[in-house]
């Protein structure tokens, strides 16, 4: 715990860059008296509205809230629900300077209304489609001008659109060049596009599925995966040994919601981490958590096994929050105890 504690003490001296899907959580909180008369749902008597950064911008409120210094990277449409990101990222003291604005797209907005402590529905509004070529471009320019800059840099991919092979591409690359850490939190879709990165953060389903997509074999020449159940613990362990060397990564830190995390990295055995949560409210942004904490602590000095220890206790703390949630040095130290 000490030594823990030692690298939680020099997170406020990190500068971050987060380059990923930005996404505005919207949050309609009320009380739930009757049931419609026009359709079987309940109605929700409204009484609360708020709004948090969610996706990369997640991931960069995380990075503020360690005291450490997040820049961003994003694509916002041009849309009342932009200026309201904007606003809130600035709430948090975080760099807006890499986000670019496209007509014609929607500011990604994930609206959950809430009962009480139950989630009625989530509305979604979202683009997905890929990047023009010159807004591809302007980003990989400024990461060009700026990566020298800070200490590791994260790729939040969420699907919607701005990662891309040719962005991945050139982060990985401008990485190695200026020896940056580069951490991943995964779309299996994309995994083949992740070779060389520093370590990857998929959950248990993320892992399930690029297995899937990228047709790994095991030593006995059979597929890991089978389409008709979920992964054992020994088929984890033997996914991600085979993603690790399939793409070159120095580790992998795999999530596994309330059975913790196991993390495997080149040249060692898997290490399993219980989980230290003590209540379980809601898991929205866990994730997020996960790699902003993982990533700071590797960013300060940290061991994967240290830096993924940190992660899990992060993780155990914000679960226990209701909604897109953070914590802070403060919180984690008195966790530490």
């Given amino acids: 715990m000490k030594n ?3 690298v939680l003490n020099k997170f406020n001296k990190m500068r971050i860059l987060v380059i990923g899907d930005l996404i505005l959580d919207e949050y309609i909180r009320g009380d739930v008296g009757r049931i419609s008369p026009e359709a079987p749902v309940p109605v929700v008597w409204a009484n609360k509205r708020s709004f948090v950064p969610g996706g990369a911008a997640n991931v960069a409120n995380n990075i503020s809230a360690f005291g450490a210094k997040a820049v961003i990277i994003g694509i916002v449409g041009q849309d009342e629900n932009a200026g309201l990101l904007l606003s809130e990222l600035k ?3 975080i760099s807006a300077q890499g986000i670019f604005s496209q007509p014609k797209r929607h500011t990604t907005v994930k609206t959950r209304i809430i009962a009480g402590h139950q989630q009625v529905v989530r509305v979604d509004w979202e683009h997905t489609d890929a990047l023009p070529a010159k807004l591809n471009e302007k980003i990989c320019r400024y990461i060009r001008s700026n990566i020298s800059k800070f200490d590791a840099v994260i790729i939040e991919d969420y699907g919607k659109g701005v990662i891309n092979p040719h962005i991945l591409e050139e982060i990985i690359y401008l990485a190695k060049k200026y020896n940056k850490i580069v951490t991943v939190d995964p779309k299996e879709e994309n995994f ?3 070779r060389g990165a520093t370590s990857i953060t998929p959950n248990r389903k ?11 074999k095991d030593t006995t020449n059979k597929f890991v995966m089978h389409n008709d159940r979920l992964l054992t613990a020994k088929d984890i362990d033997e996914a991600a040994t085979q993603v690790l060397k399939y793409l070159g ?3 992998i830190l795999v999530t596994l919601g309330e059975n913790g995390m196991s993390l495997f990295e080149k040249g060692s055995r898997p290490m399993h981490i219980p989980t230290v949560a003590q209540e379980v409210f809601d898991v929205s942004g866990a994730g997020d958590t996960v790699i902003a904490c993982f990533t700071l602590a590797l960013a300060s000095g940290a061991t994967k096994t240290e830096a993924a220890r940190l992660a899990n206790f992060a993780a155990g703390i914000v679960v226990s929050k209701i909604g897109t949630a953070v914590t802070n040095r403060k919180e984690l130290a008195q966790r530490l105890g």
């Fill in 91 to 93: 709430k948090r003291n």
């Fill in 192 to 194: 083949i596009y992740y």
């Fill in 249 to 251: 990564l120095e580790s």
């Fill in 206 to 216: 993320e892992l399930e599925n690029a297995v899937r997509n990228l047709r790994i």
């Fill in 4 to 6: 823990l504690k030692a």
